[in-house]
């Protein structure tokens, strides 16, 4: 089982809260493995309804009227008894029912049982996921595998991870093997990235070409996802997925709506480059006219760099499965574009909102990011 730090989130929430529990983020980032791993380990009475694969509980969700109603259906679901204060109740696939959070209220304020709801799209659905009621509902965001879980799962020790820690933190040089080590290994993850599928395909097999076709597979599904849920601006959004590896393999790397259309403008394409970050497919680099505290306060809602929220899928799809150059130091490859992906998706996945700054007389600042109140600047 590979190691994900939300395990943490999900123990404390576990032990300390009444509220239910929503799992976000996007697909095949390893939601419904890591739950269901921690109620397995930890021994938890529980059940699971996924709302994509049985019908009956989607129209459950769909029909009832309210949390009384809904327990008993979801209950008749069951092939085991329910414990009150005992039993956690999984729902997973959320996404599917018509109004999630009508449901989850009724269930989570009107019963005795703890709740896990998961899904993927939850914030096209939702609109806007973290304006949920904090009183009745936690909110966990998860991502791909950082570099550390990726370390992890090849198997760098504790003691070895500690130690690049204490280097960093005492500004002392890494040990020459070490650095080499850690260096061919952050190459290994550019290439592989951080879904857990290609993870754990590269550990069992150490085979690229098994791994391309997980990554392969996922990007098919991220473009069958545009289609089923997003009927009205489908075209618009698979041109817009399939143009991100092109545009930031540019010299500037941020999206140019011209490429789309010669004659485009940003409110024909708002509604489609929003799905894309609210399904958490997309992730947002947005330019800042002035680089100080706050930075929200001078973002330009028009001008951003747009990245997979995947690295190994960004190369892939750069490199069209050649991604064996990056390890070999092919001096000839625009290293840009997949540098700045992982490192977008090293800051998203430990909490940061992603803005750049770019001016004719001060150039570019690749990242720019908000912590105990002031700016940092990342090159």
């Known amino acids: 089982m590979l190691y994900r730090k939300i395990t943490k989130n999900i123990q404390e929430w576990y032990q300390n809260s009444s509220t239910g529990l929503l799992v976000d983020g996007a697909r095949q980032i390893g939601k419904t493995t890591i739950i269901k791993d921690f109620l397995v380990r930890n021994n938890i009475d529980f059940i699971e309804l996924n709302l994509l694969e049985n019908k009956l509980a989607l129209e459950a969700f769909n029909t ?6 809904l327990l008993f259906r979801l209950s008749s679901l069951s092939n085991k008894e329910l414990i009150e204060n005992k039993t956690v109740i999984f729902i997973d696939e959320i996404q599917e029912a018509d109004d999630a959070i009508t449901p989850i ?8 049982f703890k709740f896990i709801f998961s899904g993927s799209l939850l914030g096209v659905k939702m609109q806007d996921i973290q304006s949920v009621p904090v009183g009745y509902l936690t909110v966990l965001q998860m991502y791909p595998m950082d570099f550390k879980e990726f370390c992890k799962a090849v198997g760098v020790s504790d003691k070895t991870v500690s130690y690049l ?3 960093f933190e005492s500004k002392k040089p890494v040990d020459e093997i070490i650095h080499k080590q850690m260096l061919n290994l952050f190459k290994t993850y550019i290439i592989v990235g951080g879904m857990p599928k290609a993870v754990s395909e590269f550990v069992k097999t150490n085979d690229m070409t098994k791994v391309n076709q997980v990554l392969e597979n996922i990007d098919f599904g991220y473009r069958q996802d545009i289609t089923k849920y997003q009927k009205d601006n489908k075209l618009l959004i698979q041109d817009i997925y399939n143009l991100i590896p092109s545009e930031l393999n540019a010299q500037n790397k941020r999206f140019i709506l011209q490429d789309l259309n010669e004659k485009a403008r940003f409110y024909q394409y708002e509604t489609s480059f929003t799905w894309l970050k609210n399904s958490g497919v997309g992730l947002f680099v947005h330019n800042v006219d002035n680089p100080i505290y706050p930075l929200l306060a001078s973002k330009e809602r028009t001008l951003f ?3 997979l929220c995947d690295v190994g899928l960004l190369t892939y799809k750069l490199y069209n499965g050649n991604q064996i150059s990056i390890l070999n130091g092919d001096s000839t490859l625009n290293y840009g574009a997949v540098f700045e992906a992982v490192v977008a998706q090293e800051l998203k996945a430990h909490g940061f909102e992603l803005f750049y700054n770019s001016d004719k007389k001060r150039g570019e600042i690749d990242f720019l990011i908000e912590k ?3 700016v940092i600047p990342l090159e």
């Open 305 to 307: 760099k747009l990245f």
């Open 372 to 374: 105990d109140n002031a």
């Open 165 to 167: 820690n204490e280097c």
């Open 64 to 69: 009832a009227t309210n949390g009384k109603d």
């Open 105 to 112: 209220k009724f269930l989570v304020q009107n019963t005795k």
